[in-house]
């Protein structure tokens, strides 16, 4: 299937609608006034309003959130991040009773990252909470988790695409526990972070108040 973006010339060019084939493409613009669409069409296995699914977001934590930070280009492709395991789950990355209860990935501890929702990004394209304004993230949940020698490997299910810009705005990032303020912030270095956040609360801080949540 031809995965070209074709833009409409009818429409001015402060807020081109882009029409967009293919099966695993997203197309972000930005608007007047700062606003940003997303057209998403990540197709994957099963669907997006397959059971699995709906269950994963009924089940999903409001205390906590999941950050998944790589520098892997095929992460969207293959819905895999593969974490260094000296930056997974430390110390330094979750709080006192996850590193307790998960960060050893027992049984009982991924079950209990499982119902954690997940943000996956990709490092930022430049240091100081800046990164190019089309680069995206994934909303998701975990399916698997695999240990292999030295690695941690995450497979992932997306359920939307977001605006990874809007996360290092000062006053949203806030909101997702993010430290933004220095040269190199928690988006520019991969590693699998847990955060004592209501992830939901964030995005609607962030305007991202249309995902799909728990009721």
Not at 145 to 172: D, H, M, R, T, Y
Request: aromatic share 8%.
């Amino acid at each position: 299937m031809n995965n070209e973006l074709i833009p409409k010339t009818s429409m001015p060019p402060a807020a081109q609608k882009v029409e967009q084939t293919g099966s695993t493409n997203v197309h972000v613009t930005n608007q007047g006034g700062g606003v940003v669409n997303i057209n998403y069409n990540y197709q994957q296995p099963g669907g997006s309003n397959s059971a699995e699914q709906l269950m994963a977001i009924q089940s999903f934590s409001k205390e906590y959130y999941q950050l998944l930070v790589t520098c892997e280009e095929d992460v969207f492709i293959n819905n895999i991040v593969t974490v260094t395991a000296s930056r997974a789950l430390s110390q330094h990355l979750v709080p006192p009773e996850i590193l307790e209860r998960c960060s050893s990935l027992s049984d009982a501890g991924v079950a209990e990252l499982k119902t954690f929702p997940a943000l996956i990004c990709r490092e930022n394209t430049e240091l100081g909470g800046k990164t190019d304004p089309n680069q995206w993230a994934v909303y998701g949940y975990i399916r698997r988790v695999k240990k292999e020698g030295k690695n941690i490997k995450v497979a992932f299910q997306p359920i939307s695409a977001i605006n990874q810009q809007l996360l290092c705005v000062k006053k949203n990032a806030i909101y997702f526990d993010l430290n933004v303020d220095c040269a190199i912030t928690d988006l520019n270095i991969s590693a699998w972070s847990v955060h004592k956040v209501n992830l939901f609360e964030a995005f609607d801080e962030a305007g991202f108040t249309n995902l799909p949540r728990p009721d």
